[in-house]
């Protein structure tokens, strides 16, 4: 079973390359990344409208329904997202309920207790898969917000180049979709470093 969703053929570039298009959805994210680095001002404040930021600023050269909640049930395998029009409902919860959690964490968390948060964070944006395509991707770069935030390096869950880790991240997220976190928390957990460590 692979998380794939379909990507519409009407991109804005007009491309028909299957691999020139996954270059412009890989550069836009490569830009999200540098600017959350250099650019993005911390502490951030959680909102749904910083999710549509993040994927509008990855994909929005490239489709012009990036940043906007998906309107169909998209393709991901065996795993059934919610329905469409449950999304935005379930996204505003899904900010409440990791600012509820975040008022739990100390001033200066754990890595342990980091990594619950950034597994819990992770897992239930991946399951609520509220875009047409970029899910995991958008899933990641809101990972690696939430580690800077708190002065940690990003969180690579495994390498989308070569594949390495790949089948290890989708089974923890398996387990995760049947409420079982701790493979996911590991992940994260193995791969939080301090910034400039």
Same mark, same amino acid.
């Given at each position: 079973?692979?998380?794939?969703?379909?990507?519409?053929?009407?991109?804005?570039?007009?491309?028909?390359?299957?691999?020139?298009?996954? @270059? /412009?959805? +890989?550069?836009?994210? %490569?830009?999200?990344?540098?600017? *959350?680095?250099?650019?993005?001002? &911390?502490?951030?404040?959680?909102?749904?409208?910083?999710?549509?930021?993040?994927?509008?600023?990855?994909?929005?050269?490239?489709?012009?329904?990036?940043?906007?909640?998906?309107?169909?049930?998209?393709?991901?395998?065996?795993?059934?997202?919610?329905?469409?029009?449950?999304?935005?409902?379930?996204?505003?919860?899904?900010?409440?309920?990791?600012?509820?959690?975040?008022?739990?964490?100390?001033?200066?968390?754990?890595? @342990? /207790?980091? +990594?619950?948060?950034? %597994?819990?964070?992770?897992?239930? *944006?991946?399951?609520?898969?509220? &875009?047409?395509?970029?899910?995991?991707?958008?899933?990641?770069?809101?990972?690696?917000?939430?580690?800077?935030?708190?002065?940690?390096?990003?969180?690579?869950?495994?390498?989308?180049?070569?594949?390495?880790?790949?089948?290890?991240?989708?089974?923890?997220?398996?387990?995760?979709?049947?409420?079982?976190?701790?493979?996911?928390?590991?992940?994260?957990?193995?791969?939080?470093?301090?910034?400039?460590?």
């Amino acid at each position: 079973m692979g998380h794939y969703t379909d990507a519409p053929e009407d991109n804005l570039l007009g491309l028909t390359d299957k691999a020139a298009l996954n @270059e /412009q959805e +890989a550069l836009g994210v %490569a830009r999200v990344e540098r600017f *959350l680095l250099e650019e993005f001002e &911390y502490p951030v404040a959680l909102s749904v409208g910083l999710l549509q930021d993040l994927h509008r600023r990855a994909f929005g050269h490239v489709y012009d329904w990036a940043g906007h909640w998906r309107t169909q049930v998209p393709n991901v395998g065996a795993y059934l997202p919610p329905p469409a029009p449950r999304v935005p409902h379930l996204l505003y919860e899904f900010i409440d309920e990791l600012r509820h959690r975040q008022a739990r964490l100390p001033a200066v968390p754990a890595a @342990e /207790q980091l +990594a619950a948060w950034l %597994a819990y964070a992770h897992h239930r *944006l991946v399951a609520i898969h509220p &875009y047409t395509n970029g899910n995991g991707r958008t899933a990641r770069l809101f990972t690696n917000l939430l580690a800077y935030n708190y002065g940690y390096q990003d969180v690579v869950l495994y390498h989308r180049e070569n594949g390495a880790g790949r089948t290890e991240y989708l089974q923890a997220i398996r387990q995760a979709d049947a409420y079982d976190l701790a493979p996911l928390q590991a992940l994260i957990s193995a791969q939080l470093r301090p910034l400039g460590a």
